[in-house]
């Protein structure tokens, strides 16, 4: 059974600091993506970042970059000097290959950044 | 604007009654879902359509029963719920292509919030 986790609930930073939002998974499956989604006040779920289970390359979009690594199963998130408009809650999920459609979020983790 | 539309965004409603949650995704997307999210759970799959038929049911009541007219419409139809179901209710469509591997990027609406007293 896939499961993912984010052990961070809330996080307060202060604008302009870096953040990691951290992610831990678990699956038996070879093939699988993982994703990061961000769900602002308003309520819609934004798509972040896709990765498959193949491609441990890090990744850096503007702000915002991803540490993929199998060794330790994790997917974590950075924010590099952080915005209020960063504020929202953060969500981690996983799909097997073998599953498809059957994404499974972790709880989130909610971010506030402060003025 | 996800180009994903529900309504209506907030309802209450007591556990006699019965009231429909509407999506509608102006994406051309084949596949769409309902979410559920509770608070501090995660997010919960509840129905899955492809091309209009539905292919996940992941074991919800059935004073939830959905309906899909068409690939651009989906709605979930409440019943006789109980106040564990007040949650926000996120519809999410996809588009599916057959041959090609799952991506996994879904484009949700606001979310419907919900309140059973």
């Known amino acids: 059974a896939q499961k993912v986790t984010q052990a961070q609930t809330e996080i307060s930073v202060v604008e302009k600091e870096d953040v990691t939002l951290d992610c831990v998974y678990e699956?038996?499956?070879?093939?699988?993506?993982l994703f990061w989604y961000k769900q602002p006040p308003s309520g819609e779920l934004v798509f972040l970042i896709r990765?498959?289970?193949?491609?441990?390359q890090n990744e850096i979009s503007g702000r915002y970059s991803w540490n993929f690594q199998k060794s330790t199963s994790s997917f974590n998130f950075t924010i590099t000097a952080s915005q209020v408009v960063d504020s929202a809650v953060y969500f981690c999920?996983?799909?097997?290959?073998?599953?498809?459609?059957?994404?499974?979020f972790g709880s989130g983790t909610q971010l506030t950044v402060l003025p | 604007e996800t180009g994903v539309t529900q309504t209506p965004r907030h309802l209450v409603m007591g556990m006699t009654n019965k009231k429909s949650l509407k999506c509608e995704q102006h994406?051309?997307?084949?596949?769409m879902y309902w979410y559920k999210q509770s608070a501090k759970k995660p997010l919960e799959l509840m129905f899955v359509?492809?091309?209009?038929?539905?292919?996940e049911n992941n074991s919800v009541p059935s004073r939830f029963s959905p309906e899909c007219p068409n690939s651009s419409h989906l709605f979930l139809h409440l019943h006789t719920l109980q106040p564990e179901d007040s949650a926000l209710y996120l519809c999410?469509?996809?588009?599916?292509?057959?041959?090609?591997?799952?991506?996994?990027?879904?484009?949700f609406g606001e979310g419907s919030r919900l309140t059973v007293l």
């Open positions: 999410a469509s996809s588009q599916d292509r057959s041959g090609v591997a799952y991506t996994g990027e879904l484009f």
């Open positions: 699956t038996r499956d070879t093939t699988y993506y």
């Open positions: 990765r498959n289970s193949f491609d441990e």
């Open positions: 999920a996983l799909s097997e290959a073998g599953s498809a459609r059957q994404l499974t």
């Open positions: 994406l051309g997307h084949n596949a």
């Open positions: 359509y492809n091309f209009k038929e539905q292919t």
